[in-house]
């Protein structure tokens, strides 16, 4: 249930930039308030406009202090009479709608006939009126209202009012038709439903359970929204023989993994405060992997290339106490020889997109050479050539 104080007062007055002795409106609506407390005439002394529909309040009380209030909106509450407004001077509206005024609780509107600047009434839902001659006693008791319930009072209602006045104020005041404000009595319809009497208590009854399973299902998008917090380690897990080993930072830490300027060493810097014990640390490094144990979080890191865990250094910065590791490299590989590789790599991939080969040894693929085929009809036997052209030229006879 909602209690009005300091706190609830400043949150509703973000308008007001939280001030509450110079706020003139306020609204508090579905806070759960089952009554008006002291705190509210004592913060907010100078308001004018107040807004408390849709709450529990079943009764006016403590309003005296608020003499420069103007309009009260107090609709959808569990309120049984009119009363405690008498010393709000300046009130001018007054909307008491879906409240539970019954026709025996109707005469205490005679109550605010101190107060002489009100003009518009709304007791609309109230039970009082559904009674007959509900209207005409409420404006024959108040004669100063210019508008009942939203609807004009003309002056010929005023008098014809005045006339029936006598045969009506003895139908209103009964014991008759109370509203019992305890009576929270209940039903199961056809479809399995709780009907309820629309009573105080049962509005109470449906309030308490509504926040009852807000409380509930809040609770339970809690639970799947709650982040799992990891344990604190006390030491480094063995790592696996097989498998992917992945980076890790439950710390959250800052870190500034890069080569130094001279290309030999990876340097590590972990943002650490200042004032953070150094027996809060532990280190291990491995060829390809640097881990870091702060307070009991892990900071786990893959690195680039090999280094020397031997040769390591970890240090604490005097200024920042920033955590500063150094691994020197296992293989340093200097300048030149990146671009004597580079070259290399260029020149390799140019042979083998455009390879040179001699004319001589494609035509030898295309058409290799064949052996002389013989000729079985021949008889002239293999002599030099010397030979043969020595005896041709005795047969032919020298020319004349």
Request: hydrophobic content about 35%; glycine content about 4%.
């Amino acid at each position: 249930m909602g209690v009005i104080n300091e706190e609830m007062l400043k949150r509703r007055a973000e308008h007001n930039e939280g001030i509450l002795h110079s706020l003139e409106e306020l609204v508090l609506q579905e806070e759960g308030i089952m009554d008006i407390n002291r705190s509210l005439g004592a913060f907010c002394p100078n308001l004018k406009i107040l807004y408390l529909p849709n709450n529990l309040i079943s009764r006016l009380s403590n309003l005296h202090r608020l003499k420069q209030l103007q309009y009260l909106n107090v609709a959808v509450n569990n309120i049984l009479k009119v009363e405690g407004l008498e010393q709000c001077e300046f009130l001018e509206k007054l909307d008491m709608t879906l409240n539970f005024v019954g026709k025996k609780e109707l005469p205490s509107v005679a109550a605010l006939r101190a107060n002489i600047h009100l003009r518009d009434l709304f007791l609309t839902g109230n039970p009082c009126q559904e009674v007959p001659g509900y209207r005409s006693y409420v404006i024959a008791t108040l004669p100063s209202l210019k508008r009942l319930d939203g609807i004009e009072v003309r002056p010929s209602e005023k008098i014809r009012s005045q006339q029936e006045y006598p045969f009506v104020k003895d139908v209103f005041g009964n014991e008759d038709d109370v509203v019992d404000c305890d009576a929270s009595a209940e039903d199961v319809d056809e479809n399995g439903h709780v009907v309820r009497e629309y009573t105080p208590a049962s509005r109470v009854a449906e309030y308490v359970e509504l926040e009852q399973k807000k409380n509930k299902d809040s609770g339970k998008v809690n639970n799947q929204n709650q982040r799992k917090v990891p344990e604190r380690r006390t030491g480094f897990d063995p790592l696996p023989m097989e498998g992917r080993i992945y980076q890790k930072n439950e710390g959250n830490w800052s870190f500034k993994l890069a080569e130094s300027e001279c290309g030999t060493k990876l340097v590590l810097d972990v943002a650490i405060g200042r004032y953070m014990d150094t027996s809060a640390m532990d280190i291990d490094i491995q060829p390809l992997l640097v881990r870091v144990l702060i307070k009991g979080k892990l900071l786990q890191l893959r690195l680039p290339e090999e280094v020397k865990t031997s040769e390591s250094i970890a240090q604490r910065s005097r200024t920042s106490g920033h955590l500063v590791v150094t691994m020197p490299k296992a293989v340093v590989k200097s300048r030149h020889q990146k671009d004597t590789y580079v070259v290399e790599a260029t020149k390799e991939k140019k042979v083998r997109q455009k390879p040179h080969v001699k004319f001589s040894e494609i035509e030898n693929i295309i058409t290799p050479p064949s052996k002389p085929v013989e000729d079985p009809s021949s008889d002239v036997p293999d002599r030099p050539l010397a030979r043969m052209r020595r005896e041709e030229s005795d047969e032919v006879p020298p020319l004349e």
